[in-house]
């Protein structure tokens, strides 16, 4: 009862945003994959049709390529935050679904993709845009995408909810993250709505001021954070040994 209740307010606080969103022209959707707990995010200009979708997952590109379609919209870009271990990205099975698509991802990650990005780069859509800033830490080519008026940004797994990515293979560095999130996510605007790459709990968004205020691991200092970080002791992802060589080529389908 307690869970269908928590869900029903989520899906609200989700309409909420979303409705708030296509007030300025955006459109803007987050969708969820179950099995790697993966968010996936869509955000349109609703006048020139051009739609960017961040962190596809490759179960659902499908479902992703079916709205793009429904929604009438143009999908210019599949960009992912980092390579990912826990799930295959989508962006290779979209470019087949959706041509004229481009893979995109940062130049730090090693993956190959259509276009590649760096810190301060900018990723147009329509009249919208959104800025790369480089958050490493949990792999060196995380990229936190910011809507340009600094409303919301897709923080991938650099900062979940309460949270944060782990730093214990790949590139990880608990240092480095620590450094990434001060920097560059908790320097927005508090009112900045955060996105994250993952949920576990249930929950869908956040923000700078709520994360400044209560993350349990980035409310610590550096020394606390990095002790944390190097105790967390988390079973690896079940498709790390698939997902990382796949995702290096930017999902199965490019070849
Ligand atoms: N059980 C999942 C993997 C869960 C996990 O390790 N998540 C990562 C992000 S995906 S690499 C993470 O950083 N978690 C941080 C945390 O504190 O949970 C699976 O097998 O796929």
Not at 20 to 36: D, I, K
Not at 109 to 119: C, K, N, Q, V
Not at 180 to 188: A, D, G, N, R, Y
Request: hydrophobic share 35%; with cysteine.
């Amino acid at each position: 009862m307690l869970f269908v209740a928590l869900k029903q307010a989520a899906l609200a606080q989700c309409r909420k945003y979303s409705a708030m969103a296509a007030s300025n022209g955006l459109v803007f959707r987050q969708l969820f994959e179950p099995v790697s707990c993966t968010y996936t995010y869509l955000l349109a200009d609703k006048d020139t049709k051009e739609a960017i979708l961040i962190d596809p997952v490759l179960e659902k590109a499908e479902r992703d390529a079916k709205l793009i379609k429904d929604l009438g919209l143009n999908m210019i870009y599949a960009a992912n935050t980092h390579c990912h271990a826990d799930h295959i990205t989508g962006t290779g099975v979209l470019k087949k679904l959706l041509p004229g698509c481009k893979s995109v991802i940062s130049k730090n990650s090693g993956a190959r993709a259509d276009l590649y990005i760096h810190e301060g780069d900018q990723i147009q859509f329509g009249k919208f845009w959104l800025e790369a800033r480089s958050t490493p830490g949990h792999t060196d080519g995380c990229l936190t995408y910011v809507l340009n008026d600094k409303s919301m940004a897709f923080t991938g797994d650099a900062l979940l909810i309460r949270g944060c990515g782990r730093t214990d293979f790949q590139q990880g560095c608990p240092k480095t993250l620590y450094h990434s999130v001060h920097s560059k996510i908790f320097s927005l605007p508090e009112n900045c709505l955060l996105y994250p790459g993952h949920d576990y709990t249930g929950q869908t968004v956040s923000s700078v001021e709520e994360e400044k205020r209560l993350n349990p691991r980035l409310t610590k200092d550096e020394a606390e954070f990095v002790k944390i970080m190097n105790n967390l002791n988390l079973p690896k992802p079940k498709q790390i040994d698939i997902a990382v060589p796949a995702n290096l080529k930017c999902g199965i389908q490019d070849p």
